[in-house]
């Protein structure tokens, strides 16, 4: 396939590359997702264009949203072999505004363990931009997966990268030059055919400066990256820093910050010299990672609170950033966890003012979240006395083939006796039985946390048993 493009262009000045946001329209959608997996879990990865920063991103399979977080990728989990799971990705600005969807991306595991399957794709929306005398940007789609695409036509030889663009320089001037694009997929498919597309650079000045040496990463936070490098043997007016194609930063001396980034990401860099003429030498690269903690991680939000009886409250809340769990406070002092945004906290006394607040587990070594604003709620008067925490809870037998699981628990002597039980997921009842054992027909390729309440004759629920953590396999039909 080959594009040609007769593009003549000014010298680009000296000056940030980015373009300049509409805030009136919100966020563009994110693009060029792509899916890399090991086992039953993986990363969906996308790249945000220029444009309203994005506060967060949503992450949906098929229509229904799965996951927020405030960088560029997220985890995906349990995704069961022979299945095919389709994806999209929006983002959302600092007003709430979500922007439209991404193009899907779909994938499918072949056997367990085994990475998703991917058909080698032709590389598409290649565009020529930013052409001047001695320069050019390409751009391309990456179709779904996250492998090298090396392109060739250049001075410098081949240049190979995992990004969706590059910046080709030291070129000469009115003269045509056919780049050829090859994407090497991470998977074990065998390389695309090979793309072309033919550019001729604008009139001006000829001149080839040498290009910087050295280049290295000298400090990052959560948001900038600060580059440093060796200026080349004969001097240079100017540097500019690219990403994905797109200048990104400018600077007069062997140093640049770039800002705007997202955390917990990888970013591949280039950097060229320009002369007196704005000539631009032939890049060379520098990878480089954002801090994996955000500065200022969001808090949990638009937090409610409901008095389901005089022992128990179920909470809800939301929240824009990746989190391994939450932790619910009432005061000072924590009174219970939840895997999920919603819970019940039970086990409660009775006509008495609860004032709650949450807090979210972040990855790794990143902590907790600031606290959310506090919620006050009052449970109805009722009976004190409370049945014991159930104990023991456990998977007594599964059924891989059906998803059906069985429970059980002991019930420890001492409190209100227990009349019931029921078994929450979140602030979902999936069960209420009389007595040990329960089953319940869980959704295969998941994975459920699960507790158990005593329930007294009046209605009255225990304290929470201790979570369980039940994963459900998906095996197709024969």
Do not use: K
Not at 201 to 229: E, H, I, M, Q
Not at 453 to 467: C, F, H, I, K, L
């Amino acid at each position: 396939m080959r594009y040609v493009a007769m593009v003549t262009a000014a010298v680009l000045a000296l000056s940030g590359g980015a373009a300049s946001a509409d805030p009136e329209s919100g966020p563009p959608a994110p693009v060029d997702l792509t899916v890399s997996a090991g086992g039953e879990s993986g990363v969906l990865s996308w790249r945000q264009p220029p444009g309203q920063r994005a506060r967060a991103f949503r992450v949906y399979e098929s229509g229904v949203e799965i996951a927020r977080n405030t960088t560029t990728h997220a985890p995906l989990r349990n995704l069961g072999f022979a299945r095919t799971r389709t994806y999209t990705v929006t983002a959302v600005d600092g007003l709430g505004r979500e922007s439209a969807h991404s193009a899907p991306i779909s994938r499918r595991l072949g056997i367990s363990g085994v990475p998703p399957m991917c058909v080698p794709a032709t590389l598409t929306g290649v565009v020529a931009t930013a052409v001047t005398a001695s320069a050019v940007s390409l751009t391309w789609t990456v179709n779904g997966d996250p492998g090298l695409t090396v392109v060739t036509g250049g001075p410098a030889g081949p240049v190979a990268t995992d990004q969706s663009g590059i910046r080709v320089g030291g070129l000469s001037p009115a003269t045509a030059y056919t780049f050829t694009l090859t994407h090497q997929p991470r998977c074990s498919a065998p390389a695309a055919p090979a793309t072309a597309v033919t550019v001729v650079t604008a009139a001006g000045a000829a001149g080839t400066p040498a290009p910087p040496a050295a280049p290295t990463v000298t400090a990052s936070t959560d948001t900038t990256v600060t580059l440093g490098w060796q200026p080349p043997p004969t001097g240079a007016s100017g540097y500019a820093v690219y990403e994905s194609g797109r200048r990104v930063a400018t600077s007069t001396g062997p140093s640049a910050t770039v800002r705007g980034l997202y955390h917990a990401a990888r970013y591949t860099f280039q950097i060229t010299a320009l002369d007196a003429a704005g000539n631009e030498s032939p890049a060379v690269l520098v990878a480089a990672n954002t801090a994996t903690c955000q500065a200022s991680p969001p808090r949990p939000a638009a937090l409610t609170a409901t008095a389901l009886s005089a022992s128990s409250i179920r909470l809800s809340w939301q929240y824009d950033a990746w989190a391994e769990g939450y932790t619910l406070y009432s005061g000072d002092a924590a009174v219970g966890t939840s895997a999920g945004t919603a819970t019940v906290l039970s086990g409660l006394p009775p006509a008495t003012v609860h004032r709650l607040r949450v807090a979210a587990t972040l990855p790794g070594t990143c902590g907790q979240s600031p606290l959310s604003s506090v919620i006050r709620v009052t449970t109805p008067a009722g009976p004190a006395a409370r049945p014991a925490r159930p104990a023991d809870f456990r998977v007594a037998s599964g059924n891989p083939m059906t998803g059906a699981v069985t429970l059980t628990w002991t019930q420890p002597d001492g409190g209100q006796p227990a009349t019931g039980f029921r078994v929450y997921r979140g602030a979902e009842i999936l069960a209420e039985v009389a007595a040990a054992p329960a089953t319940l027909l869980l959704p295969q390729a998941t994975t459920q946390v699960l507790t158990v309440v005593a329930v007294d004759a009046q209605g009255m629920e225990s304290a929470r048993s201790a979570d369980l953590t039940v994963r459900v396999p998906y095996l197709p039909p024969p």
